[in-house]
T-cell receptor, first 116, second 109 residues
Framework: SAVISQKPSRDICQRGTSLTIQCQVDSQVTMMFWYRQQPGQSLTLIAT?????????ESGFVIDKFPISRPNLTFSTLTVSNMSPEDSSIYLC?????????????FGPGTRLLVL | QKEVEQNSGPLSVPEGAIASLNCTYS??????FFWYRQYSGKSPELIMS????GDKEDGRFTAQLNKASQYVSLLIRDSQPSDSATYLC?????????FGKGTSLLVTP
């Protein structure tokens, strides 16, 4: 398994500003993923972050709004840019450990974002 | 559209009973499936994965997969109040997971 931490755990932001969320894994991982979970809803994949290459975004999500970095095998960031109240959500990082089942994803604790 | 469907519930079962959670998926290419448990305000926690048709047992949990019917289920035996949570079914598509909306389970003492 993998232990995943996220910072910040929560934040309240003003519209029009940006927030960068950090995701740190305690071991090297192959794939890292960023999900959004809106209140009462399930998880929606934003993008897949690969080390050494551009992130792959899902339909409805664009790099200008959600730029992602993946500088190494244990760390990634997601920025929520030019925020609006509709961006209020929980943002979750997940990862697939190297050496484990290629398909098993473990989740971080999430970042709870409220945009006013 | 790669859909994963779950009954939202709530599913209420008495303590000690068997809870049965069901899930269907639309993407026939999906080969692996996962059940996550999510307590309110917490992140999803992996319970089980299943890749082959049939049953897979782990303690009180049994996952069942029927690829012909595109159906996945999770049975929880001897349900405990601590099992009360939302259970998310996920199907792997490529590298990522498609999640259902989750079934809320309430185990009453």
């Amino acid at each position: 398994s993998a232990v995943i931490s996220q910072k910040p755990s929560r934040d309240i932001c003003q519209r029009g500003t940006s927030l960068t969320i950090q995701c740190q894994v305690d071991s090297q991982v192959t794939m890292m993923f960023w999900y959004r979970q809106q209140p009462g809803q399930s998880l929606t994949l934003i993008a897949t972050a690969n080390q050494g290459s551009e992130a792959t975004y899902e339909s409805g999500f664009v790099i200008d709004k959600f730029p992602i970095s993946r500088p190494n095998l244990t760390f990634s960031t997601l920025t929520v840019s030019n925020m609006s109240p509709e961006d209020s959500s929980i943002y979750l990082c997940s990862a697939t450990p190297i050496g484990g089942s290629e398909e098993t994803q473990y989740f971080g604790p999430g970042t709870r974002l409220l945009v006013l | 559209q790669k859909e994963v469907e779950q009954n939202s519930g709530p599913l209420s079962v008495p303590e000690g009973a068997i809870a049965s959670l069901n899930c269907t998926y639309s993407d026939r290419v999906s080969q692996s499936f996962f059940w996550y448990r999510q307590y309110s305000g917490k992140s999803p926690e992996l319970i089980m994965s299943i890749y082959s048709n049939g049953d897979k047992e782990d303690g009180r949990f049994t996952a069942q997969l029927n690829k012909a019917s595109q159906y996945v289920s999770l049975l929880i035996r001897d349900s405990q109040p601590s099992d009360s949570a939302t259970y998310l079914c996920a199907a792997r598509s490529g590298y990522a997971l498609n999640f259902g909306k989750g079934t809320s389970l309430l185990v009453t003492p």
